[in-house]
Every structure is written in structure tokens, then in C-alpha cells.
């Protein structure tokens, strides 16, 4: 009996209920791959234990590599010996900066940022300050480091899981379509899928999709074919883009019942599925909706912050304190711009082991695919810095204010957290808005527009934007004391989007791109789009 038929002899227990269907490994491939990790967790620690000595290393290595390029003759990276030495000779770019060399590589051009041919180019969710799409360079060695780092997320995860019997489940990614699209001498495509095609031989047994599933970029269509095909899997891992965890789970859901199967959660459909690896958007909005689905707490969901440019930067460590745990040897050098001197002629600019604690920056990157002190448009904080834990924010160019009070994106969760825990509701997804200098006296007031899970909505919606107005006064200062007395800023509202709103208008303006997250500050164009998702009342 050939191992096919052996699999499709068992894949019905006596009862009709399909059996799961698991990877091949021998146990002692699990436990093996344990033994790794601890080696792979307690490298990672060394590194960032040693913080200055790494970063310093990984600057050298990329400037010496490109010190016979066209602007590595420009800037004199021959005789750069130190970070102080490439601080003075570099710049702070960004986009805008690097484009024209950009635009002479994916003409095929060498020797422009790195001295190799560059084949791969990730089309990024973002655009520049012009407001062209942008096209980033994904070298090799960026490609071996980006795989590395997302060897160390898992295997730190199974360290702390002490789990054994990871290449006995399935892992199934929810990740952009990976065919690339040829643009002259190079291909056009997004990082998560470059990575998928760079899958190591030992994964791909225990990876999932497969085949027609991997190229749909469709995500209605990808999630029920998935659905459809894997609902009989033992699925013990999902990746992804946090946010569309939910939607992929619901499907399953959905799919589950038409097939006449009774359960109410996908602990009853997959009982093994224990970690869920997202980022893209901060985890713990999602918690409480995607505990409802599980039926319970028995997963871990692991935070990652990761980017086109350089690939991934930190990930959560499990040691229970805020914050994701830099990665500071996996080939990106960082340096960090505090946010109120963003802007101006000669800003201040700290490498990684000079920062401070709840400061906010803006993110500088130095990478192995040629960019270099390249600005990403990110805002972080650390929330510790022996080792480095660092906070995604928002972005320079996302920050609500009215009254320059720069409310980020990471503020407005720690405010709808505030008002959950007052009021107890669950929420599907959100992102605020401003009424700017169109109320009483030509003052402004934020909105807040909510999808809540129709099994726990708040019972007053008043009540909750006081809250949630409460919230934000707690954990911004100026927006406080431009509140209080209504002086300036008055009080907030929230808008209820109806059942199946939030979905309904994240593929209206991602058109179903897996990367694609719900705004948490909306501008007055995305506004617009969300207006006809509101819930009349």
C-alpha cells in the first residue's frame, strides 16, 4: 500500500468524523530540533548582551562590502573604521534619497548600492514622501538573514513551550501570493513571499498551502480553498499579518458547519494548533476575539516587527515584560532619531546601544541590500534596554493631532484597551478619525470607529467613548490638557460599524492584500471609504 492510500485508509475514524492528517516526521526530529533551538535561543541572548560589539560588527561588514560601489565611493566608506566614522560621512535618507539608484538597478545596473546584481525587488505596502510606489532592493544575504531570524522567532518559541513535537503538526501561512512579476532584468514581488520561496528543505513537509494556493492573490478565494483543503490537517502553527487571523479562523469555521460538523471553535477542528506567529500590526487587540474562536487561552500568540527594508527586527520573548526583543545580529544595523528632532538641520542620531527608555524615535536602517541610514517612517520606543525591547508606535507620517498633541497609533490601542477594561466588550478591529475645527467654537473632537463582536458589544456607546476619552488622557499629555475644560480638544465619539464591516472595508482599500491592516489613524480619504460600513442606529 503505497503511504497515499495508507493516509486516505485512515483519514476516517469509526465515528465519520475525519481523522487529522499529520507530517511524516519520527518523533525524534522534534526533539532534535528542540536541542537546536537552545543552542539558536542562547545565541540570541549573547548578541543582545552584547549589543555594541554586534551592531558595530554588522555595520562594518555592510560598509566594507559596498565600499566599491557608487555611493560607497561618494560617502568614503574605504576609511570608515567605526559608527562615529559612517555617522559623519552618511546622511539620514529615505526614500526619496535612494530611488534614482533604485531606478538604475532594476535596469540591471551593478555596483550602484552593493556590488552584486540585485534580481529581487518587494514592492512595499508604503509609498514615498512623493507618493510613488516603492521598490526596495532584497539582496541574497538579506534574504539568508531575514531566513535566520525567522528560525530564531520559532525556535525561541519552542524553547519556551518546550515543545517537542513541532514537526509533527502542520504550520499554514496566510502570506501574499508568490509569483513575481518580471520587470525587465528583475523580478517585482513582497518580502513574506520571496521568504516562502526560500523555504529550507526541512520545512516544506510541515508547510502549508501548497501548490495553486501559494499564487492566488484573491484572499476571499485563498481562505476557503484553505479552509476547503486543510480542514482535516492537524494545523499546529499559523503565520501571518495578525489581523487576518480572525478572518482565516472564521472561515474555517464556517466551512466546518457546511460540511455538517458541529463545532463551535477551532480547538474542536484543530486541536493542536498552539502558537500563531503575526505581526504587521501590534497582537493584543486581537487576543480577546481570537480566544473566543480558539475556545479558550491555550495558544501563544507571538508579536513580530519586520519590515521590507532589512527584514525582521524584533520579536516577542515571553519574558512577560512589554515590548519584542531586538534582533541585533541578523544584518541590519539600527540608529534611532528622537521624534521631536525629526525634521530639523543636524538631528540628533543614537545607535542602538545609546538609546533610552520611553523615548520616541524614528528608525534608521542600515541593510545588507544597500540602503543606507534609510529612514523607515516608523515610530518605536524601547520599553527596556538591558536587553533592548523595543514598541512599534505608528508612523511619522500617521499621527492624529488636532492640536499638536501627536497621538499615535500605539496610543490610541492603549486607549480602546483602557475602555475594554472599563467596559468590557469585544472588538473586531478599529482606527480613529478627527473632526478638525468643524465643531462648537471651531474646536475639534477624535472619533472613534469600532467593529465589535456582535456576542460582546458595549451596552452603552457613550459610555465607552468616555472611557475611551479617559484613556487617551492617561496616556497623552498635551491631548489632557487640551481636553480638560474642553479648551480645546472636545470630547471624542464612537461610531459602530456594522457586522462585517471592518473586513468589508480592509478589502476595499488593501483590494485584499494579506499585508494590508486596518488603519488605527484614519485620514479623511479612508474615511470616506469606512462611511458606508457605519451600523445605522
Known amino acids: ?61 555592510i560598509v566594507t ?60 505596502s508604503g509609498s514615498s514622501q512623493e507618493g510613488r510606489p516603492k521598490f526596495l532592493p532584497l539582496g541574497r544575504r538579506q534574504v539568508g538573514h531575514t531566513r535566520r531570524a525567522g528560525a530564531d522567532i520559532v525556535m525561541r518559541y519552542l524553547v519556551h513551550a518546550n515543545e517537542a513535537k513541532f514537526l509533527s503538526h502542520y504550520t499554514l501561512a496566510l502570506l501574499p501570493p508568490t509569483t513575481m512579476k518580471p520587470d525587465g532584468p528583475v523580478l517585482i514581488t513582497s518580502n513574506p513571499a520571496l521568504m516562502v520561496t526560500e523555504l529550507p528543505a526541512f520545512a516544506k513537509p510541515i508547510y502549508l498551502p501548497r501548490g495553486e494556493m501559494m499564487t492566488i492573490s484573491d484572499y476571499n478565494v485563498k481562505m476557503r480553498m484553505i479552509a476547503e483543503a486543510y480542514l482535516d490537517h492537524d494545523v499546529g502553527a499559523l503565520s501571518g499579518t495578525t489581523c487576518w487571523f480572525p478572518v482565516l479562523l472564521e472561515t474555517v469555521l464556517r466551512v466546518a458547519a457546511e460540511r455538517g460538523r458541529t463545532a463551535t471553535t477551532i480547538a474542536e477542528i484543530w486541536p493542536n494548533l498552539r502558537v500563531m506567529i503575526g505581526g504587521g500590526v501590534s497582537a493584543a487587540p486581537y487576543l480577546p476575539l481570537l480566544r473566543r474562536l480558539m475556545g479558550g487561552d491555550n495558544f501563544t500568540l507571538v508579536d513580530t516587527y519586520n519590515a521590507t527594508e532589512g527584514g525582521i527586527y524584533a520579536a516577542t520573548d515571553f519574558s512577560g515584560n512589554p515590548g519584542m526583543l531586538m534582533l541585533p545580529h541578523r544584518g541590519t544595523f539600527f540608529e534611532f532619531v528622537p521624534l521631536d528632532e525629526r525634521g530639523t538641520a543636524n538631528p540628533t542620531r543614537l545607535p542602538l546601544w545609546q538609546v533610552q527608555v520611553d523615548t520616541p524615535y524614528s528608525i534608521v536602517v542600515t541593510t545588507t541590500s544597500g540602503l543606507f541610514a534609510y529612514e523607515l517612517g516608523d515610530i518605536v520606543r ?15 507620517q500617521g499621527c492624529l493631532s488636532v492640536t499638536q498633541e501627536l497621538t499615535t497609533h500605539v ?21 480613529a478619525a478627527a473632526d478638525v475645527g468643524t465643531q462648537g467654537g471651531g474646536k475639534s473632537r477624535y472619533v472613534l470607529y469600532a467593529e465589535f463582536d456582535e456576542a460582546a458589544e458595549p451596552e452603552n456607546l457613550s459610555d465607552f467613548a468616555a472611557a475611551f476619552d479617559e484613556g487617551l488622557s492617561q496616556v497623552n499629555r498635551v491631548y489632557r490638557e487640551h481636553r480638560t475644560g474642553d479648551v480645546a480638544i472636545l470630547a471624542p465619539r464612537v461610531v459602530a460599524l456594522k457586522a462585517g464591516g471592518a473586513k468589508q472595508f480592509l478589502d476595499t482599500v488593501t483590494r485584499g492584500n494579506v499585508q494590508g491592516k486596518f488603519p488605527r489613524i484614519l485620514d479623511e480619504s479612508r474615511r470616506a471609504k469606512l462611511a458606508p460600513f457605519v451600523r445605522v442606529e
Open 382 to 396: 524601547f520599553t527596556s534596554v538591558k536587553p533592548h525591547r523595543v514598541e512599534f508606535m505608528g508612523r511619522t
Open 65 to 124: 562590502h559596498a565600499a566599491d560601489t557608487e555611493f560607497g565611493r561618494q560617502h568614503n566608506f574605504a576609511t570608515i573604521r567605526s559608527y562615529a566614522d559612517f555617522a559623519r560621512r552618511v546622511p539620514v535618507g529615505d526614500y526619496d534619497t535612494f530611488s534614482p539608484y533604485i531606478e538604475r538597478m532594476r535596469k540591471g545596473e551593478r555596483g550602484l548600492l552593493v556590488p552584486e546584481f540585485i534580481r529581487h525587488f518587494g514592492n512595499s
Open 411 to 431: 496610543e490610541i490601542e492603549r486607549a480602546v484597551a483602557f475602555a475594554i477594561d472599563k467596559y468590557p466588550c469585544r472588538t473586531i478591529d478599529f482606527g
Open 1 to 61: 500500500m503505497t503511504m497515499e492510500a495508507a493516509n486516505l485508509a485512515q483519514s476516517l475514524t469509526t465515528t465519520g468524523v475525519p481523522a487529522l492528517r499529520r507530517p511524516v516526521y519520527p518523533a525524534v526530529a522534534g526533539w532534535a530540533m528542540l536541542q537546536a533551538a537552545r543552542l539558536t535561543v542562547r545565541r540570541w541572548d549573547q548578541a543582545a548582551a552584547n549589543v555594541e560589539q554586534v551592531q558595530q560588527k554588522a555595520l562594518l561588514d
